[in-house]
């Protein structure tokens, strides 16, 4: 059974940074993209960013490239979101979630059914 599990969030002023981790578990090897995804009070869940396990492919929304960088360490099965010169309009709660490599955007999250249970970001001054 897959297992995700965020940690990192919390509050911080706004230009500053926090770094997301999510552990992963209980996969096949075939479950081999992981996304950043978050959801702001009353808004829809957006998605933030991908990578790839294998070729560490990433991809970013227009909204936090240049300020985002998502990594990963194999060994360990996870996955990490650091997040730069964060702005208010980022709070939401970020969550992880994993599905196997196939057609469809990695930003959607109509396409993936293993999620964590999110992790709070709070900016503000």
């Known amino acids: 059974q897959v297992q995700l599990v965020e940690s990192g969030g919390g509050l911080v002023q706004p230009g500053g940074s926090l770094r997301l981790s999510c552990a992963a578990s209980g996969f096949t090897l075939d479950y081999s993209v992981i996304s950043w995804f978050r959801q702001a009070p009353g808004k829809e869940r957006e998605g933030v960013s991908c990578?790839?396990?294998?070729?560490?492919?990433?991809y970013y929304a227009d909204s936090v490239k240049g300020r985002f960088t998502i990594s990963r360490d194999n060994a360990k099965n996870t996955v990490f979101l650091q997040m730069n010169s964060l702005k208010p309009e980022d709070t939401a709660v970020y969550y992880c979630?994993?599905?196997?490599?196939?057609?469809?955007?990695?930003?959607?999250?109509?396409?993936?059914?293993?999620w964590g249970q999110g992790t709070q970001v709070t900016v503000s001054s």
């Open positions: 990578i790839t396990r294998t070729s560490g492919y990433t």
């Open positions: 979630a994993i599905r196997k490599l196939s057609a469809g955007s990695c930003l959607n999250p109509a396409n993936f059914d293993s």
